[in-house]
Nanobody, 126 residues
Framework: QVQLVESGGGLVQAGGSLRLSCAAS????????MGWFRQAPGLGREFVCG????????AYADSVKGRFTISRDNAKNTVYLQMDSLKPEDTAVYYC???????????????????WGQGTQVTVSS
């Protein structure tokens, strides 16, 4: 059973930075494509970014491109989300997601991933 645990959320002022981590256990982490999603109050869960099992390919939502960076350390079974130049509209619960795949690099669809963390709250004040 894959377990994903996010950490690093918190309250930050607009323009600030946060780094989220997602630690995986119960799996061979390097076999998994990983994604970050977020869900703001009253809205659906949306794709933020994704990363290939090797780290060699990434994708971002237009709303975060140039401000957020996804990376992974397969030796530490961890995927990271560096968030810079944060805006109030980035306020949401952030979730990491995993899918065992070496052929499909990542997906923007929540339905493709079959393992989810519990989420971590990010609040950006104006």
């Amino acid at each position: 059973q894959v377990q994903l645990v996010e950490s690093g959320g918190g309250l930050v002022q607009a323009g600030g930075s946060l780094r989220l981590s997602c630690a995986a256990s119960g799996c061979t982490f390097s076999n998994y494509a990983m994604g970050w999603f977020r869900q703001a109050p009253g809205l659906g869960r949306e794709f933020v970014c994704g990363i290939h099992w090797s780290g060699g390919s990434t994708a971002y939502a237009d709303s975060v491109k140039g401000r957020f960076t996804i990376s992974r350390d397969n030796a530490k079974n961890t995927v990271y989300l560096q968030m810079d130049s944060l805006k109030p509209e980035d306020t949401a619960v952030y979730y990491c997601a995993a899918k065992a795949s070496k052929s499909v690099y990542w997906s923007r669809s929540i339905n493709w991933y079959d393992n989810w963390g519990q989420g971590t709250q990010v609040t950006v004040s104006s």
